[in-house]
């Protein structure tokens, strides 16, 4: 059975849905008309070398080519999409007024560890930015035969 739209989004908002809410982004809807996973579900998909039909409405269609053996890949990259969108969304900052001191900033800093991690792991798990390096040897000789 292929992947759909609302697989993906329920694990999506159950992985960082409250960081969503936080965020003013729709944190809770997992019906497959989440407007706020559109981009990181079709982002995903296209680092993938998938397309989509409609980069604005991404559908079941669209997820139709993706084998099972990487939906973890997509999930991921998705996910770390939607962290993005959530650090660019999110606006609050610290606030000291006399004795009083919120320390909202926190999330942002927390989403951005969370970002480093998992940008490592999709680069340890699918090769993403691996670069391998080799040399060649060539057992030959060029004579000036004239």
Do not use: C, W
């Not at 936080?22 to 982002?43: H, Q, R, S």
């Not at 991921?76 to 006399?98: F, K, P, Q, S």
């Amino acid at each position: 059975m292929a992947i759909t739209r609302i697989n993906v989004e329920t694990i999506l908002v159950a992985r960082v849905g409250a960081l969503m809410a936080e965020a003013d982004l729709d944190g809770t809807t997992v019906d497959g008309t989440n407007a706020d996973l559109n981009d990181p579900i079709g982002v995903a998909l296209r680092e993938m070398g998938e397309s989509v039909a409609d980069i604005s409405d991404v559908a079941d269609a669209d997820l139709s080519g993706v084998a099972e053996a990487d939906y973890n890949e997509l999930l991921d990259r998705a996910e770390l999409r939607t962290l993005e969108t959530v650090e660019g969304n999110y606006t609050l900052v610290d606030i000291t007024a006399g004795p009083r001191s919120e320390k909202l900033s926190q999330l942002a800093a927390a989403v951005q560890v969370r970002k480093g991690q998992l940008m490592d792991r999709i680069r340890e798990q699918y090769g993403v930015g691996a670069i391998e390096a080799g040399y060649l040897i060539m057992d030959f000789v060029e004579h000036n035969d004239e």
